[in-house]
């Protein structure tokens, strides 16, 4: 049988649950009987999940999640596939759906994330900008090495290997020079800036921002001719996607500072670390082309 166009969908909604787990028994269900592949996090926050397939399939499961009245408000985003981004399917159940380690500290209701920052359209936050120049902060709400192969222009990067780290990294007070300018959080699909905005504000941030929908949303959007530059990293086989024919590789190989935009995973015994390489400095022997002292945890389920 002939395989027909594959998409993936990434997509997430805050909202009560009541019964995470009869959800994940139902998610799975679903995307058994539709072939699909991906992971999808669940719980009484509500739900996050990437899953790939045949579009007819996916379409199928955009409609049948959308009858569920606690996730008809949910707005998925498409992006190209090839059938081999997930080598199977997952559903869990967990007490964040991003793992910040505060649970408690972010309050939802059937209308989304409670207290968190606002939400910019990529036109707006374009529009920002314009009205408030150099004054404007972009904050990266990733982990710290997605930012290498791409960021907004003159974005602040903070020093974390997991979502975990940003609670401790906001509270350090190296970014209070900021609390009272407005800031653009950012991530991929919009999920980890609804909890990081909410933190900010917590801890004194005055006039923050999310975009509406991620850097997905504003590559779609103005794809390599806005704020944006390089390349997205996303948590699956395809590592890193582009947002047009132009983008620029701001990447560099670890080993010899090439231009690169391709994350491989370091095969040393001691360090499974991804590592930035060029393809002539990734044929390099395991031993010599490893640059981590040590192996450090990235937020391998995160899909938004």
């Known amino acids: 049988m002939a395989m027909g166009l594959q998409k993936v969908l990434l997509y997430y909604g805050f909202t009560p649950l009541e019964d995470p787990i009869a959800v994940q028994l139902w998610q799975k269900t679903l995307c058994e009987s539709l072939n699909l592949k991906g992971r999808i996090l669940i719980s009484k926050q509500g739900i996050n999940g990437t899953v790939g397939g045949d579009i007819d399939d996916l379409r199928k499961y955009v409609k049948y999640t959308k ?26 159940v967990k007490d964040e759906l991003v793992a910040f380690d505060n649970p408690a500290e972010l309050q ?15 036109e707006q936050v374009n529009e920002l900008v314009k009205e408030r120049g150099d004054d404007v902060v972009f904050f990266d709400g990733r982990n710290a090495f997605e930012a290498k192969i791409g960021k907004f222009k003159n974005a602040v990067v903070p020093d974390v290997n997991t979502s975990r780290d940003f609670v401790r990294e906001i509270e350090s007070g190296k970014y209070d020079h900021l609390k009272e300018k407005p800031v653009v959080t950012y991530c991929t699909g ?15 941030f005055k006039e923050v921002y999310q975009i509406d929908g991620g850097i997905v949303k504003y590559g ?38 090439a231009p690169s935009k391709i994350f491989r995973n370091c095969r040393t015994k001691t360090c499974h670390e991804l590592i930035l390489l060029c393809d002539g400095c990734n044929e390099l ?17 995160m899909v938004g």
């Open 220 to 257: 779609e959007k103005f794809a390599d001719d806005g704020l944006w530059e390089g390349s997205l990293y996303t948590f699956d086989s395809r590592m890193a996607i582009d947002f047009s024919s132009k983008t620029k590789v701001i990447g560099e190989c670890e080993i010899c500072s």
């Open 67 to 92: 009858k569920y009245p606690a996730f008809k408000r949910i707005a998925f985003k498409w992006s190209s596939g090839t059938g081999d981004e997930f080598p199977r399917l997952r559903i869990v």
């Open 108 to 122: 939802v209701n059937d209308k989304g994330v409670i207290g968190g920052g606002v939400h910019l359209r990529p």
């Open 190 to 204: 919009g999920i980890r800036c609804e909890i990081l905005s909410v933190v900010m504000k917590n801890r004194g």
């Open 285 to 301: 022997d395991a031993n010599k082309k490893c640059t981590h002292d040590q192996s450090r945890l990235h937020d391998s389920e």
